[in-house]
């Protein structure tokens, strides 16, 4: 598959902050691709570099084998001109206008003739679920009817790339859940290219075909896969960026692993490579717990019951793990802590990290 | 995908040029007569004196002149903060009947101009003439009249009556907007309504009853009308009154634009000065409702005093707003002032010979319509030009123009007329004193704070992503203008029109020192006929002038009620 | 023992009524929640309690105190019932500093100043405040805020504790941590807590009994496990978590998903109430299903409709007969893919008829 969006070399600051430096990323031609991230990482200039509403500092942006911007030569293509579909995060409909007028402006602009314009905007307006609420003004519909016009807006010109900064993050969360594989259906249907940035790690993995995650600093951290990134992270910042993660301190005596600063030896695989300090990171669905060991020794600090799960926080020596049982599962398998007794921990899978990763990710 | 290469910003682009004409704008109509006030009053045969202006500062005269003003000042704002803050607690914290009714009534005496109301008490309480005086003495057979208005709190009072909603508006929005829980909590830790209003509602409050009284003493400070109609027999000037009176009588003389530019310095220094606690005051106080449950706050039970409160606000109302009303359209309707109010003596040929044959009031009326209307269109497209460079673009030095727009916010009326006549007297060129343009010009100046306040606001309601929006959908930025930007702006333009043709069309203070035989406003118009001993004609085109600004009033509450639709 | 009693409270405003005759008992140092969605009449109900509204029928009780009761003519104002109460906005006052607003309502009960400076000490110490005593309020966090709130309604030794949604506007992590620290003041003082809030989990972590409450109407009280084992109608069952309802008919003695040629196996048993109905619903939880084989006599037949990856889960949607199942499996347990038939085991069913 070929490249449709190169980013090279990019930088980009304001003022003495630099939020992007040398930055190269490219996507291909029909994938749903996502822009993983913290807030403030840079992953929003970076789609507004691609859109044209920023110019980088240095480095290069091409689009559909067209340079859009170049430091170097000092070529621009303004926004009205790079053929893409946006959708913000305000979604940015239009107040003073219908529905219809909102979604058809593209067409508007493209100077094509009223009756096809008739025909595509109420074609698009069906597709996206909103047959009948063509005359509605904006201030009449809901958050995430809005949110469907903004799609239907970038969609309708049938552009080459779809952009889509944070779209949910406005929405209830169930409304979120049911947008995000529509979204994804709507790519599939119309087989564009999509650029979706967002902060939220579950969007990310439903509907991405591959994945870049970026931190604060506004570098690329991993890009793969959803399955790749959440099985086989690259690093402390990207597994914890990923989910809810445990880290256990291990200190290393005599090529024995102990937990924190007990006589418990991690029952795992040590660590291959050098560290000064490691730290061993696992989900809290990688915890194993039990009545009787073998296992780490552990200790229930609080267990709340939370309806559907039993949420226990467990100390292990001077080390704490948090992990969830379904309710059901600890009743059946008589697995219903109370807070002071006495459990064993055995795991189902275990990364090995750096120790100096956790203080950078704890700053 | 159209392909294409356009030069990245290059430095010198339409951008600037609008950044630069924007600050041109500000500096000649604002900046720059303010600067020649200060300019003159210290600098003496161009060199810097301040001796010279502490003597001046010192005469009998203006240091008089200054006291006054702080005397009445004073009175004024602890008069308008105890009538307001009254009335916005009774309307917004008791169970007083009809209260949203009562809320717009006392917004009514907004509408009537101070000056207007000052003439009208005056027929009413003038010392041996009043009407009410008159009734007095002879009712109870004494030469002592009941109240004299030619007084510093005759002159106080008539201010507050027409001021007070200043602080009205404020406490009851403050009272409004407050979270009620912040008073529930103390009533459940056990705390009756005497002991919440005091230590919790009132500090809470406090903020906002500072802010307007601070308003309203910068407003009375500024106020020529009042004190000249009532003052100025008496011998009591404040600074506008005073700067009036010796540029007046010396037509202009040397020394008497020194004394009004000192006067005026002292002014600007009080104006900044206020502004400044102002806005200390209100950054400090926000204690606003955070959305969510909207239970209602705290009503105090007034039991049997609901109908007796009620009667004493309609009272109150009718006394300050409908028998000074009423006053003034029977003199209006009598052949000479001091004849009985009979129904035979009333008639409507004042008013008709006002309107259709006296060459002074047609014009007033005409040349105030016109101003009004002109100041207002050129301050809105000014407006919208200014506010969009400082709220959207971005340009390297708008910072320049972000201070400048601050500037004019209060500068009084009479500093205003004052620097125009220094920088459009012919020193620089243009001459433009004596005529309707000086009063144009510094009408623009007045007014273009407030069209900058209402453009801005709209402005920054216009997110930046809905003009991106529409780029990305493929429209230049011209056509992204015209298609979002200006539509959605169109309200705030609208209002900012309004909030200036209506002031513009019967302000007083500033036309006072501009006019010219010819160039007269209705203020002026209605002033020097009073001044001139004809009450009547003065009294009827002083009716004139409430009808108009009524119905342009409700004409407004029209507009922007289907504008919020 | 019940502490705290209400009894047939009625509220209505106008042609509504917002709560409808309730009845409720609660203990000394019990913690008990009302839960439900806005405009159910939980906050409405707490208000009554605390004097805010008034009642438009019943009686409310505290020990043998009566506080409210319109047929009687009686009514405490807030100022006079001593209880402590937590608003959701905090409702700290800005312009006193973080001492002065603990120590108000102990200075308007006119106590020595000695004991006054006491209290309030002990109060900060328990909310750990008493380095923040000369701040300013604005200067705190949502937390700190909070925790202002709390010490200043503790520091009366109130007997009873109102908390309407007290955490909510407190960011996730935050909030966990003051339901502990609410949890051990309580353990500490021994007060009873009336808790409102629309989250689930929080009342069923804090709880030790929980009300749930739809449009003003009582739906069931009981303890957190309780109303988790057993839901009393389609409502309690689904506020308590992510549910399914599955509509299922007759065709002569067997019973069918709507939609599906396959009758429901032999593993998955109506309960006789439901024989009676024509049409009726399975409730089911996506995290109490798992997927099986054709041989499974409790394996439902259904068709997989989407399959995502969501990290730690697989989330599914199924498709049976013209219903559609939501389906969570961890993400190391044995799933089919998009389009492929599978067979789903249903863990926990629960059985309504379709207005419960």
Not at chain 1, 182 to 198: D, M, P, S, W, Y
Request: with cysteine.
């Amino acid at each position: 598959m070929e490249d449709i969006i190169k980013v090279e070399g990019v930088a980009k600051g304001y003022g003495k902050h630099q939020v992007l430096q040398n930055l190269d990323i490219a996507i291909k031609k029909g994938e749903c691709f996502t822009l993983l991230g913290p807030s403030g990482c840079g992953k929003t200039v970076l789609i507004r570099l691609i859109a044209g509403h920023e110019v980088p500092d240095e480095g290069k942006i091409i689009i559909d084998d067209t340079v859009v911007a170049d430091s170097a030569t000092g070529e621009y293509i303004p926004p009205e001109r790079r053929g893409l579909g946006i959708v913000f995060q305000d979604y940015a409909v239009w107040p003073h206008m219908t529905v219809f007028e909102n979604i058809a402006y593209p067409l508007k602009m493209e100077k094509r003739p009223k009756q096809e314009i008739n025909e595509l905007v109420m074609k698009m307006i069906e597709v996206v679920g909103m047959k009948g609420l063509d005359k509605r003004l904006p201030s009449e519909l809901s958050g995430g009817q809005q949110q469907r016009v903004a799609l239907a807006r970038a969609l309708v010109a049938d552009p080459s790339v779809m952009l889509l900064d944070e779209p949910l993050s406005n929405l209830d969360a169930n409304l979120r859940e049911e947008m995000r594989f529509e979204i994804k259906a709507l790519q599939r249907k119309f087989g564009i290219t999509v650029l979706f940035v967002t902060h939220d790690q579950e969007v990310a993995l439903a509907i991405s075909d591959r994945l870049a995650i970026m931190d604060a600093k506004g570098n690329i951290r991993q890009i793969g896969n959803p399955y790749d990134i959440f099985e086989n992270p690259a690093d402390l910042f990207v597994f914890k960026f990923m989910g809810i993660a445990n880290f256990l301190h291990i200190n290393e005596k005599g090529g024995k692993f102990y937990v924190g600063s007990g006589q418990q030896e991690i029952p795992w695989e040590g660590p291959k490579g050098t560290a000064a300090n490691w730290v061993a990171g696992f989900r809290p669905s990688d915890v194993e717990i039990h009545r009787q060991g073998p296992g780490l020794k552990g200790t229930i600090h609080r267990a709340n019951f939370l309806g559907a799960t039993m949420d226990y926080a467990i100390d292990i020596d001077d080390e704490s793990l948090r992990t969830e049982i379904e309710t059901h599962t600890a009743i059946n398998n008589d697995l219903m802590f109370q807070e002071g007794e006495e459990c064993y921990i055995t795991f189902k899978a275990l990364h090995w990290f750096d120790a100096e990763q956790l203080k950078e990710v704890e700053e | 995908m159209a392909g294409g290469t356009i030069k990245k910003d290059s430095g010198f682009g339409i951008a600037q040029v609008i950044l630069f004409i924007s600050i041109a704008i500000l500096v000649i109509f604002v900046a720059w007569p303010v600067l020649l006030i200060l300019f003159n009053a210290f600098f003496v045969d161009g060199k810097f004196n301040s001796v010279d202006f502490y003597n001046v500062l010192t005469e009998p005269e203006t240091f008089q002149a200054l006291i006054n003003s702080l005397i009445i000042a004073s009175m004024t704002t602890i008069g308008s903060t105890i009538v307001g803050t009254f009335f916005a607690w009774l309307v917004t914290r008791t169970d007083l009947p009809y209260k949203t009714f009562m809320k717009s009534l006392f917004l009514v005496p907004f509408m009537l101009p101070s000056f207007i109301g000052a003439l009208a008490w005056k027929m009413l309480l003038s010392p041996h003439s009043g009407y009410i005086n008159k009734w007095f003495m002879a009712a109870f057979n004494t030469t002592e009249p009941i109240f004299d208005i030619y007084t510093y709190h005759g002159i106080s009072c008539v201010e507050v009556m027409y001021l007070f909603p200043f602080v009205f508006i404020q406490v009851c929005g403050a009272l409004e907007r407050m979270d009620p829980t912040l008073e529930e909590s103390a009533r459940i830790s056990g705390a009756g309504l005497f002991t919440i209003t005091r230590k919790i509602t009132i500090p809470l409050v406090m903020p906002s009853i500072m802010s307007g009284a601070l308003l309203i003493m910068l407003y009375s400070m500024a106020h020529f009308g009042t004190v000249a109609v009532l003052g100025i027999e008496q011998g009591i000037y404040n600074i506008p009154t005073l700067i009036y009176e010796k540029i007046h009588e010396s037509a202009g003389s040397f020394a008497s634009i020194r004394t009004g530019t000192v006067l005026a310095t002292v002014l600007i220094v009080s104006a900044a000065c206020i502004i400044w606690a102002q806005q200390k005051v209100l950054s400090k106080g926000h204690y606003q409702i955070i959305g969510g449950k909207s239970f209602r706050p705290m009503e105090l039970k007034l039991r049997g005093l609901r109908y007796p409160l009620l009667f004493f606000c309609l009272a109150y109302i009718g006394f300050t707003i409908l028998l000074p009303t009423v006053i003034i359209f029977m003199v209006g309707g009598v052949e000479t002032y001091g004849l009985p109010l009979t129904w035979e003596n009333l008639s409507l040929d004042n008013y008709k010979y006002i309107l259709f044959e006296y060459d002074v009031t047609r014009d007033a009326i005409f040349n105030s319509v016109t101003l009004g209307l002109a100041a207002a269109f050129i301050t809105m497209f000014a407006g919208v030009m200014i506010s969009y460079v400082i709220v959207k673009m971005k340009v390297r030095g708008k910072g320049i123009l972000e201070f400048l727009g601050m500037l004019p916010f209060s500068v009084p009326g009479s500093v205003i007329a004052l620097g125009v006549i220094l920088a459009w007297s012919g020193q620089f060129g243009i001459n433009l004193y004596n005529t309707v343009w000086i009063i144009l010009v510094s009408y623009i100046a007045r007014y273009m704070a407030f069209s900058l306040k209402a453009n801005s606001a709209a402005l920054e309601q216009v997110h930046d992503s809905l003009m991106e929006a529409s780029r990305s959908c493929g429209a230049s930025m011209w056509q992204s203008l015209k298609d979002i930007v200006i539509p959605l702006v169109r309200p705030g333009m609208v209002s900012a029109f309004f909030l200036i043709f209506l002031p513009a069309l019967r302000e007083l203070t500033v036309s006072i020192m501009l006019y010219a035989p010819t160039t007269r406003t209705i203020g002026v118009a209605i002033y020097t006929l009073n001044e001139d001993g004809e009450t009547v004609m003065s009294t009827a085109l002083a009716g004139i002038a409430l009808i108009i600004i009524v119905l342009g009033q409700m004409l407004i509450n029209h507009l922007t009620k289907k504008a919020s639709e | 023992m019940s502490y705290i009693r209400l009894k047939n409270v009625t509220k209505r405003f106008g042609d509504v009524t917002a709560v409808d005759n309730l009845n409720i008992e609660i203990g000394k140092g019990e913690c008990f929640s009302m839960l439900g969605p806005s405009g159910c009449g939980k906050t409405t109900t707490l208000r009554m309690v605390a004097g805010f509204e008034d009642l438009s029928d019943g009686e409310v009780w505290v020990g043998d105190r009566l506080l409210s009761s319109p047929a009687k003519h009686h009514y405490t104002p807030p100022e006079n019932r001593n209880f402590g109460m937590v608003f959701q906005a905090f409702a700290v006052w800005p312009h006193m500093s973080v001492y002065e607003n603990v120590a108000f309502p102990l200075r308007l009960r006119k106590l020595p100043n000695a004991e006054i400076e006491q209290r309030t000490k002990d109060a900060l110490t328990a909310t750990n405040l008493l380095n923040a005593a000369n701040d300013s309020p604005a200067d705190l966090s949502g937390g700190g805020k909070q925790r202002v709130a709390l010490a200043r309604a503790l520091a009366i030794n109130p007997d009873v504790m109102l908390l309407d949604e007290p955490l909510s506007s407190l960011d996730p992590h935050l909030r966990e941590e003051m339901r502990f620290e609410i949890k051990d003041l309580q353990r500490k003082y021994g007060f009873s807590i009336i808790y409102v809030t629309h989250d689930q989990s929080e009342a069923m972590a804090l709880s030790d009994r929980i009300l749930v409450m739809k449009l003003g109407v009582m739906q069931q009280i009981d303890s957190p496990l309780d109303v988790y084992n057993n839901p009393k109608n389609k409502f309690v069952f689904s506020f308590i978590g992510v549910s399914s309802f599955t509509d299922v008919i007759w065709k002569g003695k067997d019973a069918y998903i709507k939609g599906s040629e396959h009758k429901l196996p032999s593993g998955l048993i109506v309960p006789e109430r439901m024989k009676a109905e024509e049409m009726f619903n399975l409730a089911s939880r996506p995290t109490e299903i798992r997927f099986t084989n054709a041989n499974d006599p409790n394996g439902v037949r259904g068709l997989v409709v989407r399959k995502a990856f969501l990290g730690e889960i697989v989330d599914y949607l199924v498709k049976i007969g013209e219903q559609e199942v939501r389906v969570q499996i961890g993400r190391r347990d044995p799933g089919p893919e998009a389009d492929e038939v599978c067979y789903l085991h249903f863990l926990r069913p629960f059985w309504y008829k379709i207005n419960e």
